[in-house]
């Protein structure tokens, strides 16, 4: 129920009661033989609803820029309701890539502001890490045909369906949490360099002048691809990995090693780093380092390393470029 007093607009004291809600075609009719001015105030509060509007645009396309992608979720918890984005996008201020997703009008659909979006807009603890994430920090050149162009998303929730869906050149493919029982960090724009260092991970632009993304450092990214080598081949593009690891932090690997779940990944790093004979693996402590026990067939009819006991291909050698 709305009650309006009758002399408002200086006119006769008087009070109307609706019983229902009321629009402003329904609002003004009432008033207009009572007061003549009704229609300069209709004109005047329409104005300024078209005014609060195309503010609400405004800011909306300030935040998206040329690459961010904003959810129906975040639309709505912003504000944002569906038949004002259905007037949005029919007035050709935003586009629709997928069904739930929206993006700024002529903006760029990239991989990384695809990124971007999940971790900042929609506050989802993914990274950048695995192969991608060292593809992105210089090392593409040793990884296998076709896996430069797979952006390898790990974190305790997958992405949401429309990331899927994209038509982009490059796809997303989600490797789960990942081998370490480490805290999720929440990526938010305020996030530090130090918080993310604690966990193995970084900022990292994928070019001059773009927005950072939170991606696994070297380090946590040879042991998270070790995590996923399931063969002989695996096995090769991760010793051409390991190769150019020649700068790993050890104090780094060792709190990574303590915090990673996974036997084969800790077994098969510290056996390729000690094949390529890195000076930082001397430097690693390895007292709380679980290595498990007994022998590990990672290929059949390999060669069984002595210290770390898992087997690898005998022609490694053969392999590297």
């Known amino acids: ?15 109307f009661v609706y019983q229902k809600k009321i629009t402003l075609d ?34 909306l396309l300030a935040e998206m820029g040329d690459t961010r992608l904003v959810s129906s979720r975040w639309l709505r918890a912003h504000d944002y ?47 950048v890490g695995g192969r991608f994430a060292l593809a992105l920090q210089g090392h593409e050149h040793y990884l296998r045909l076709g896996d430069a162009g797979t952006i390898t998303l790990y974190g305790p929730v997958p992405p949401p369906g429309w990331v ?44 001059p002048g773009v927005d950072a993304l939170v991606c696994s450092t070297p380090e946590r990214a040879m042991l ?38 996974s036997i084969k990944a800790k077994r098969l790093f510290l056996a390729l780093a000690d094949r390529h004979r890195h000076a930082w693996l001397a430097h690693v402590p390895l007292d709380g380092v679980d290595l498990g026990g007994g022998k590990r067939a990672l290929v059949p009819g390999g060669r069984l390393h002595p210290t770390y006991q898992i087997t690898l291909p005998g022609d490694l050698d053969e392999h590297l470029a």
């Open 224 to 261: 998270e691809l070790c995590d996923g080598v399931s063969d002989a081949a695996g096995v090769y593009e991760t010793d051409a990995l390991m190769q150019a690891m020649t700068t790993l932090r050890p104090q780094r690997v060792a709190l990574l090693l303590r915090h990673c779940g």
């Open 26 to 59: 329904d609002l003004f009719p009432a008033f207009a033989n009572s007061w003549p001015l009704a229609e300069v105030y209709k004109t005047d509060i329409l104005s300024t609803m078209d005014a609060q509007n195309s503010g609400k645009l405004n800011r």
């Open 164 to 207: 899927g869906k994209l038509s982009m050149e490059q796809r997303f493919e989600y490797q789960g949490k990942g081998p370490f029982d480490l805290p999720a960090v929440s990526f938010t724009a305020e996030v530090s360099e130090t918080a993310l260092s604690k966990v193995g991970l970084a900022l990292h632009s994928a070019a």
């Open 1 to 15: 129920m709305m009650t309006l007093a009758g002399n408002a607009f200086g006119g006769s004291p008087g009070v």
């Open 81 to 127: 309701s569906n038949s004002l984005v259905a007037r949005y996008v029919g007035s050709g201020w935003l586009v629709s890539p997928a069904r739930g997703v929206y993006m700024r009008a002529g903006g760029r659909l990239q991989w990384d502001g695809v990124v971007r979006s999940l971790q900042v807009g929609e506050g989802m603890p993914l990274h």
